[in-house]
């Protein structure tokens, strides 16, 4: 009986395999470990405002942020395929380093531009085809997202709608990009057999043919769900703004409007 106990209680053992196409590179000539980082911590000064700190002292600390993880927010902004949304998304990113010094009529006409920055790169999630794109598109949102959201309150503009439409098109970003995942039970002939150490497998693919595979050893029948899809999703899509939205969902969700 003993014997039995232990190999039903087997520890899961967690592998993990990463594999990427014959003769790929990199998606991301850029630093996505800044950007993503950046703009988490931007979204989240903007949440303590709301939550009742100073405007002025969130709007710094913002500048701080974006300024230490410039290099990389502008490199990946150069990417982006379409024109118009590189030329405002730029201006955002250059201008917001003056907030503190516009006059109220410059500080509105910059809330407006930032404003409709992210609402045309919104507009482009919706239409584009290519996943790359949406990638950029995406990682590009949520670096303008905290800068019209942060000019409009310095504005003395509502926020309300422009913190759901960040929110929806970040949901797009995950839907848009998500991988595909396949579930399997390896070593496994005919029926499972009680007592018997089987590897569970989750097997996730990016867009750019990025896989990864993780396992575990498990006896069956498990007692949890041995698969693992949003961990082994948050591993294959690491280098992807989908990771970016992952991360500031959460706090977007948590902000007062």
């Given at each position: 009986m003993r014997r039995?106990?232990?190999?039903?209680t087997v520890a899961a053992v967690a592998a993990v395999v990463v594999t990427l196409p014959l003769g790929a590179r990199p998606v991301q000539a850029f630093d996505f470990t800044a950007i993503i980082g950046a703009a988490k911590a931007a979204y989240e000064l903007y949440k303590e405002y709301?939550?009742?700190?100073?405007?002025?002292?969130?709007?710094?600390?913002?500048?701080?942020?974006?300024?230490?993880?410039?290099?990389?927010?502008?490199?990946?902004?150069?990417?982006?395929?379409?024109?118009?949304?590189?030329?405002c998304a730029r201006s955002a990113i250059i201008d917001f380093n003056d907030i503190e010094n516009f006059?109220?009529?410059?500080?509105?006409?910059?809330?407006?531009?930032?404003?409709?920055?992210v609402t045309l790169i919104d507009s482009l999630l919706e239409v584009v085809t290519e996943k790359a794109s949406a990638d950029q598109l995406g990682f590009t949102l949520n670096t303008v997202g905290p800068l019209a959201l942060t000019a409009r309150a310095h504005a003395g503009f509502s926020t309300s709608s422009l913190l759901g439409q960040v929110i929806d098109s970040n949901n797009t970003v995950l839907s848009t990009l998500?991988?595909?995942?396949?579930?399997?039970?390896?070593?496994?002939?005919?029926i499972p057999q009680n007592g018997a150490v089987y590897t569970w497998e989750t097997r996730?693919?990016?867009y750019d043919g990025k896989t990864v595979?993780?396992?575990k050893r498990i006896a069956y029948p498990p007692t949890t769900n041995?698969?693992?899809?949003?961990?082994?999703?948050?591993?294959?899509?690491?280098?992807t703004s989908h990771a970016q939205a992952t991360a500031v969902l959460p706090v977007l969700r948590a902000t007062p409007a």
């Open positions: 039995v106990l232990l190999r039903r709301k939550e009742g700190d100073s405007l002025d002292e969130a709007t710094t600390k913002i500048i701080d942020t974006i300024n230490e993880a410039k290099t990389a927010i502008l490199a990946q902004v150069d990417r982006l395929a379409t024109a118009q949304a590189k030329s006059n109220q009529t410059t500080l509105q006409a910059y809330a407006r531009d930032t404003t409709a920055c998500k991988p595909t995942c396949s579930t399997a039970i390896k070593g496994l002939n005919g996730c693919t990016a595979s993780t396992s041995p698969f693992d899809v949003p961990g082994t999703t948050n591993i294959v899509m690491g280098h």
